[in-house]
């Protein structure tokens, strides 16, 4: 069947420190992945999008790497604080480019302690 | 810009009642989905609409009807509310391919009672 899993429901690391979240997936040929930032009460935000043939994409603080051969991407906040606090949603197009629609992960909470 | 807008923010029903989930949007995307999101189930979705005028089934549609009604608006209605449909929904909007980045609003919570 086709899976999308992020390994930890939580993580907690402390201030300064570099968060690594992890998705893996399989039976996909995503063309594709993103990853999102979900607040409590709220609805997902977009963070990045990697695209198969890219290896690694940095916004800020953020950095995103896409391994197709091993079907798994990393997730990456250097120098983290608190107001990273959050849960960390990736999702894969399931079309391989032709549609928009997303499959997401369950996420991963990430705790940032001071 | 709002952005996406969802109505109501929060809905009590009781078994067996009827409710529309309403969801606009002012960003002129083409493409418009329904999720739920229950704990340890993660985003799951309900149905799509890939432009004004069409809709198609997503994950979990059963007990679910939509309307895209115009390219702003789309709708989610519960014809018969179950206890299983307690959950939190989620609109969102992309602008169509290449661009997939999806926009989400900010949640309806129900509880179907």
């Known amino acids: 069947s086709q899976k999308i899993e992020q390994n930890s429901e939580a993580l907690n690391i402390q201030e300064g420190k570099t968060a690594t979240l992890t998705c893996n997936y399989t039976?996909?040929?995503?063309?594709?992945l993103q990853w999102y930032r979900q607040d409590p009460g709220r609805g997902p935000v977009f963070l990045l999008l990697i695209r198969e043939n890219e290896k690694e994409k940095r916004k800020e603080r953020l950095k995103v790497t896409f391994d197709t051969t091993l079907k798994q991407s990393l997730f990456h906040i250097t120098a983290s604080q608190p107001a990273d606090s959050a849960t960390y949603l990736c999702a894969l197009d399931i079309y391989g480019g032709s549609q928009g629609n997303l499959i997401f992960g369950k996420g991963t909470k990430l705790s940032v302690k001071p | 810009n709002a952005g996406v807008t969802q109505t109501p923010k929060f809905q009590v029903l009781k078994t067996g009642q009827s409710m529309t989930l309403q969801c606009a949007q002012d960003?002129?995307?083409?493409?418009m989905y329904w999720y739920r999101q229950d704990p340890g189930m993660g985003l799951r979705l309900i149905y799509y609409?890939?432009?004004?005028?069409?809709?198609d089934k997503g994950e979990v549609p059963n007990g679910y009807n939509v309307s895209r009604l115009n390219k702003r608006e789309f709708s989610l209605r519960l014809e018969s509310a179950a206890p299983s449909q307690t959950s939190v929904y989620f609109c969102?909007?992309?602008?169509?391919?290449?661009?997939?980045?999806?926009?989400f609003g900010p949640g309806t919570r129900l509880l179907v009672l």
């Open positions: 609409s890939a432009s004004e005028g069409t809709t």
């Open positions: 969102a909007t992309s602008p169509g391919p290449p661009t997939e980045t999806q926009y």
């Open positions: 039976n996909y040929s995503p063309a594709y």
């Open positions: 960003m002129n995307h083409n493409s």
